[in-house]
């Protein structure tokens, strides 16, 4: 799932436009912390190792100690956070911080790498995409939770 989503990309700048936090969190909110955990580390390995799983059919090591690395190591606090929790709207929270903590590490990385300060990181590779990725993280609870009903049936 992550490696096909991955691909829905709209290259602007150092970061595309994609739908990675809705897999993301999809991933925790539907798996939970372990399995979501080993899913997201599988795909994180995949892509290290060089298969194109990465945004733009992207992959290799390089990838993870680039400009955008920062963001792909975010997903494992953001998967995880996702996975916590046993009600709707502390789950929905938990991933917001984790969605949170998944664009801090982001933006350190980038602001290392490009020698910018921090907040002129955030203004370049944060905050265009932040709105987009609360809606979509607070859409995967919905997503996950219905398919988990369908599953019951």
Known sequence: MMAIISQLSVPIGAVPIT???????????????????VA????ILLGAVGAPVFAGFQGGFHMLIGYTGGFIFGFVPFTCLCGIGSKKWVK??????????CHIIGIIQYSILAGLKLWLSFLSVSLPYLLKDIMLTA??????EKVKQIKRC
């Open 40 to 43: 997201i580390l599988a795909y």
């Open 92 to 101: 929905i929270a938990l991933g917001m911080l984790g969605l949170l903590l």
């Open 139 to 144: 859409s995967a609870y919905f997503i996950a």
């Open 19 to 37: 739908l990675q936090a809705l897999s993301v969190a999809f991933i925790g909110y539907f798996l939970g912390v372990k399995k979501g955990l």
